[in-house]
């Protein structure tokens, strides 16, 4: 009796540790995919806001318009 039960345990170690090493690829692999869709988020967005200051025309600070300012009187 005590050969099976050292049996069964080394194969329930077996099936934690190949659980563990699936869990780990998994992991790996979510991280990986994640990193490619933050960087291609990132880069849109530096794309499109390259896009958008070419567009609009580049002014030095404190060289706004008083049409772009917006009426900030108190009453």
């Known amino acids: 009796m005590d050969r099976q039960l050292q049996q069964l345990q080394a194969a329930v170690l077996q099936g934690l540790i190949f ?7 998994i992991t790996a692999v979510m ?8 960087k291609a988020a ?10 958008s200051s070419r567009a609009v025309e580049r ?6 318009t008083t049409a772009n300012i917006p009426d900030m009187r108190a009453d």
Request: glycine residues 16%.
């Open 59 to 64: 002014r030095g600070p404190g060289k706004a």
């Open 42 to 51: 990132v880069r849109d967005g530096v794309r499109e806001g390259m896009t």
């Open 19 to 25: 659980q563990a090493a699936i869990g780990a690829v």
């Open 31 to 38: 991280f990986y995919v994640l990193y490619l869709v933050v």
